[in-house]
């Protein structure tokens, strides 16, 4: 389940998201526990002890539910009692990182928040651009979370097309299949679910799709919000109801994509995605490969390098370093680059503060 977004500016809980708890029941459990005879004897031990009530709150927070954690918090603030942001420090089990500052994946996973904007997170941004239908377009390197945070952002909710130069009208509208009987019959796709039912779809690899077969959505993603089944004239014209949603994320600079003009134009927020590789560093990943990888990232950006690690490739740096030790994952990180890339990372790496002679892991 998501978790309640935590910042002020935060937009309630509505409609689209009716797996996070409405901030009414919330409410209430807190009252109730305010009210248990245990929660007032504590409160008037203040008097005694200035921040007795505070310490027994604080704890409290940390041992109930977690979707109450936030609401909480803002309780324990409104006291006067500032809560911190937790800093974990570079290297630090990734436990450690502020739990409010995640959204957990269908997955189980987790997907640490990043700021997009001055005002919101990322995920915040793509749950308020589904209420005022303004499509965004990730874009970005492989492996920064683009994919990542659309499921946190959407959750179970969430249709998703994963793109390839191969992708047909079929796979975004459906089309006939097989019965047991041997009859066909019409099976609806992903993106005419996705506007019957009022859901967020992710057309993942957007750009490897065939400008041709994806010109099939714009009439969804324009004011008509509409399409018309040319397929099977029996299902008719399709029509998108509130909540309908389209995202779009590519890797620009990979081989065989292309956007058309006509697409671009349908996605009205576009965001480069990049990786945060502070995030990296506190969700437990060595701090000299992370910032190796940002080095290598900066002169990616320069032109004098072709590839970064990003934190996909660091995510899988920590797991295999904790399975086999951190020179084996050193040289797996260099085998597991593209070829022209190798000799950088054993360059880069070198040089820093681990220091040895590394070769792309090879079995002889
Ligand atoms: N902010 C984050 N918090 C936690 N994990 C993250 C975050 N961003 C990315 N990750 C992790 O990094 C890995 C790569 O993320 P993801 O698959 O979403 O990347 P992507 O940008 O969609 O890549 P691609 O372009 O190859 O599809 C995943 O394991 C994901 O869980
Ligand atoms: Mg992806």
């Given amino acids: 389940m998501a978790r309640p977004n935590t910042q002020s500016t935060a937009p309630a809980a509505n409609k689209f998201y009716p797996h996070e708890a409405p901030k009414s029941d919330v409410d209430a459990k807190i009252n109730d526990l305010k009210n248990k005879p245990l929660m007032q004897k504590i409160a008037a031990s203040d008097s005694l002890f200035p921040d007795a009530s505070k310490l027994v709150l604080t704890w409290a927070m940390q041992q109930m539910n977690a979707d109450l954690d936030p609401y909480m918090k803002n309780e324990v603030s409104k006291g006067g009692h500032a809560e911190g942001r937790s800093v974990a420090g570079a290297g630090a089990a990734e436990d450690e990182a502020d739990e409010a500052d995640f959204f957990v994946r269908p997955n189980g996973q987790k997907y640490f928040h990043r700021a997009w904007g001055n005002t919101l997170n990322d995920v915040q941004v793509l749950r308020r651009a589904r209420e005022t239908n303004q499509y965004p377009l990730l874009y ?30 079929a796979d975004l509208i459906g089309g006939y299949v097989q019965d047991e009987a041997g009859a066909f019959v019409w099976v609806d796709g992903p993106l005419v679910k996705a506007a019957e039912e009022g859901k967020p779809i992710l057309l993942d690899e957007v750009g490897l799709i065939d400008p041709k077969v994806l010109s099939v959505a714009y009439g969804l993603m324009d004011g008509r919000r509409e399409l018309v089944v040319t397929a099977n004239p029996s299902r008719g014209t399709v029509k998108a109801i509130d909540g309908f949603f389209v995202i779009g994320a590519t890797n620009p600079n990979a081989p065989g994509v292309r956007l058309s003009e006509a697409l671009l134009s349908r996605f009205t927020l576009h965001v480069e995605v990049t990786t945060d590789y502070s995030m990296a560093a506190r969700m437990g990943v060595n701090k000299h490969i992370v910032s190796a990888a940002k080095n290598m990232d900066a002169r990616v950006r320069q032109g004098e390098l072709d590839w970064a690690p990003q934190f996909r490739e660091l995510l899988a740096f920590r797991d295999v370093s904790k399975a086999f030790g951190e020179r084996f994952a050193i040289e797996n990180l260099i085998a597991s680059a593209p070829e022209m890339a190798r000799p950088d990372i054993s360059a880069t790496l070198a040089k820093g503060p681990l220091a040895a002679t590394y070769m792309p892991a090879q079995i002889k």
Avoid: Q
């Avoid at 920064?144 to 249709?159: S, V």
């Fill in 140 to 169: 970005g390197p492989p492996g920064t979370g683009k994919t990542a945070m659309t499921e946190a952002a959407f959750g179970d909710d969430l249709y998703t097309v994963l793109g390839t130069g191969d992708t047909e009208v």
